[in-house]
């Protein structure tokens, strides 16, 4: 069953269109990530869905009952859509206690006391902040209100949550921690989650399924992390989802060559994914798709070496062109032979291919 | 529970839903409102001053703007404008250095005392200074003149030049007060690199100091120049025994002797239109003089500046300071205080003078007037408090929350009042609720008098509720809402529990000056709804000057009372 259908939602702010004939639907029971850089209306999709913003056209749906349909003259008011929402700046009320402002949901539903408290109780246990009840929010640090708004949330509507860039405000590691609750939390009650961010890696590590929009507002894609990861739908997917790097290139005599002063051969043949069009072309490939091996005729220098540890970073020089290259570490030799200045052999693995002037502003 | 809550929206489907939103009704009643006692008032005034009856009229315009009488008295308040503006910054600027930057002691205490001409009326300040150095029979003139034998008062603040004198004193806080925040915001590390690059003290004053703190300065003279301009009280107790007139107090000439005549009032409306335009001229001069090379390097934050180190001058300074201060803060006091005391005035402040008879006379309630008149301000306080505190938090949030398309066409409705003077809002209140329109009359009566309060005090709490709206994070309310609240409730339970200390100090900012209103109540008072503003000046008028030295004190008292606790209501919301 489907939770939330959006149709043809087309939002306007005086001149400037966020939204134009927007349509997704959200399946229940899923942690979906609605993903996409700064200010591409990711906000302005979940507004739409809780209320707080009237489309021009389109309808909305929750549980299959219209909510908002430009057309049939409906818009339901926020309060009655049953919707709960975590909000990016946590949005908890300073002048009520942890434990007031997670029972206010109840409370607005004239629920009898004594389930209200086992409501609220649970709620704060579901987010280990069982023993903050008295507190003032002035009194939590960031990431205890960010788990105060996720309970009241709960108690507003345990079936379909709105996370709204709810941990960008946290350190990494409160970050990482969060994100794991909110997963474990989603499987115990499963609950419909729609979890916006900017963050593609949270996204891609939390949601089943990711929906990543592009800066005009239209969806580029939506898939599991893996299809998104493996099979861009496009240039500014590729680039949206990682660190990249673009290097140009060319068919001459049935063989791919990389476009350089001086070209030098990739690939016997049409490689696969290359594109049938006379302009000119490029391919995108991952750090990690770039391989060391001595025995390939391109030869690069290496310019600079970071240790991250588990993983080396390189930057190389190709062709008058910086790549960036990443490596696991091996924990032999070879991790002492790739060192600054030094000429290696490499190929690539996994290229996509796409024409240079494919736009892709991330 | 869910699906319960379904059907009931489900249920709302099938129909549109009946009435407006409260966003819709909130809107239309704020426009409701201003036009009633903002826009109708203002027209008014306009209509009078150019439709003589069946055609408009520029005639009468230019004859009253020509008329001797008239050209003095705005020729005296020209004067008296811009010469008080000029000395009060002077001093206002000499005392905000001597307190933000030099090392003179006794700060905590001149700090105070700089406080208490905010909390006097300006008229009561003008009662005593009349009291002290009155061209005839003024205590301390008669006290200087049997000490050096002189034949003639050796002071007269019966003078244009007394009213400069008293306005200065009295105004030059404005000044100070602007100058001296700045001085404590300013970076000095500006000041102490000048130093550095070896600039002499006195440069560094003159040429850092000094040039960085012109907006603050300049602001603070915009407040003197305009509060003078529009003054009524100051220029009123010292000039009319002498027949010196300035536009405000003309303007309450005319009307008292138009009575009731239509071109008597006309004359009025066309003087106060006048009045309007002068106090324009003043903003437009003083924004081309002043806004030329404005910096905006004094920063929100507060830090410890250098502080000068005056040495042998700091004594001399200090004695010289005190002696000012205790002079044009204390002295007034003490002589309202000794007066309310004396038997008669006249005699001499010696113990065997002193009665309790004026006081017991107020509290006995055996002056039927008085008493009618402490009921009459504190019912104007509250409600014209009460009734700003809702109006104006309303209007802040539709303005600010709700952001209509014209929202500011609603705040320039709002703010409007506020510069003009109360002279010309009390004028335009009579010309409009005097059963001209729609055959309300509250002429005489002590509506009038609220209307026109609401009216010049609606921006104050406008201010402190908007301030405080801005920061309550929209996510707030939406937070509410998608848990279930409707609109109201959401307003009922967040926004305004959040903004509730900005709406108490906004009551008391609008309490405070109505306890001491003198300039509208004085035209707009009837037999039954006189203020104790106007109880003091016709107590005066009459020449039972300790009985209004009395209630003068009982006024001032009341006023510090309530200034107290607006200061403790805000310092609790810093925490």
Known sequence: MNKVELENITVRYGDHTVLDNFSLTIPEGKIIGIVGPSACGKTTVVRAICGFVNPQTGTVKINGNTMYSKEQKVNIAPERRNVGVVFQDYAVWPHLSVYDNVAYPLKKRKVNKEELDKEVKEALRQVNMSSYEKYLPSQLSGGQQQRVAIARALTSSKDLLIMDEPITNLDAKLREQLLVEIRLMQERLGSTIIYITHDQEAALQLCDKIVIMQNDGSIGQIGTDEEIIKDPANKFIFKFIGVSNFLPVKMEDGKCYLDYSEPMLLREGKPEGYPDTDKPVEMGVRPMDVIFDDASPIKAKIIQTVFLGNIYNYFIQLGGQELRVQRITSGGEEDDKYVEGKEVGIRFVGEKYYTREEKADV | ?575
């Open chain 2, 1 to 575: 529970m869910f699906k319960k809550a379904q059907n009931k929206d489900f249920l709302a489907l099938e129909g549109k839903r009946s009435g407006i939103s409260l966003d819709n009704a909130m809107i239309i009643f704020s426009y409701i409102a201003l036009t009633f006692v903002v826009i109708i008032p203002v027209f008014m005034i306009i209509y009078y001053t150019f439709w003589d009856g069946t055609k408009i009229d520029f005639e009468m315009f230019k004859t009253v703007l020509f008329q001797p009488e008239n050209l003095g008295a705005l020729k005296n308040t020209a004067i008296i404008g811009v010469v008080t503006t000029l000395l009060a910054a002077v001093i206002g600027v000499f005392f905000a250095w001597l307190l933000g930057r030099s090392d003179i002691p006794l700060k905590g205490l001149m700090r105070f005392l700089f406080s208490i001409p905010f909390m006097i009326p300006p008229f009561l300040a003008a009662m005593s200074w009349d009291m002290m150095f009155s061209g005839r029979g003024g205590y301390v003139n008669n006290f200087l003149m049997s000490l050096f034998h002189l034949a003639e008062a050796p002071f007269n603040v019966n003078s244009l030049f007394g009213i400069i004198v008293i306005e200065v004193v009295y105004y030059f806080p404005f000044v100070y007060m602007q100058v001296v925040s700045a001085l404590e915001r300013m970076d000095p590390t500006l000041e102490e690199s000048a130093r550095i690059a070896g600039a002499s003290q006195l440069y560094v004053i003159t040429h850092i100091t000094l040039p960085l703190t012109i907006p603050a300065i300049s602001s603070g003279m915009l407040l003197v120049l305009i509060t003078s301009l529009s003054n009524y009280g100051i220029p009123s107790l010292l000039g009319f025994s002498k027949n010196i007139f300035t536009l405000p107090t003309m303007i309450v000439e005319l009307m008292n002797r138009a009575e009731g005549s239509f071109v008597g009032i006309r004359q009025a409306a066309c003087l106060s239109v006048i009045l309007v335009v002068v106090v324009a001229i003043a903003l437009l001069i003083q924004r081309i003089v002043l806004n030329v090379g404005r910096y905006d390097i004094i920063k929100g934050k507060s830090m410890r500046p250098m502080l000068i180190k005056l040495r042998g001058a700091k004594y001399p300074l200090l004695i010289f300071s005190l002696f000012f201060l205790a002079l044009v803060v204390i002295a007034p006091l003490v002589m309202i205080l000794c007066i309310s005391f004396i038997k008669a005035y006249g005699l001499p402040i010696t113990l065997e003078n002193f009665t309790l008879a004026h006081y017991q006379r107020i509290f006995a309630g055996s002056n039927v007037m008085v008493t009618s008149a402490i009921k009459n301000s504190l019912f104007l306080g509250f409600s014209a408090g009460l009734i700003c505190l809702f109006l104006g938090t309303m209007l802040a949030y539709v303005i600010y929350k709700v952001k209509p398309k014209g929202s500011v066409v609603l705040e320039m409705m709002a703010v409007l009042p506020y510069s003009l003077p109360g002279t010309v809002m009390a004028i335009g209140c009579i010309l409009a609720w005097s059963g001209k329109i729609a055959g309300i009359n509250l002429y005489n009566t002590i509506w009038i008098i609220l209307v026109a309060y609401i009216a010049r005090y609606l921006s104050y709490v406008l201010k402190s509720s908007s301030a405080a709206l801005q920061q309550v994070h929209p996510s707030l309310e939406e937070a509410a809402r998608s848990c279930g609240a409707s609109h109201l409730e959401s307003l009922k339970d967040i926004t305004l529990p959040l903004i509730k200390p900005a709406m108490l100090s906004g009551f008391f900012l609008v309490f405070l000056p109505c306890m001491r209103e003198l300039t509208t109540s004085v035209l707009l008072y009837g037999p039954k709804s006189r203020t104790l503003g106007v109880m003091i000046y016709s107590l005066r008028v009459n020449g039972m000057i300790p009985s209004a030295a009395a209630l003068s004190v009982l006024t001032i008292t009341i006023i510090i009372i309530m200034n107290n606790l607006v200061n403790y209501i805000t310092k609790d919301r810093r925490k």
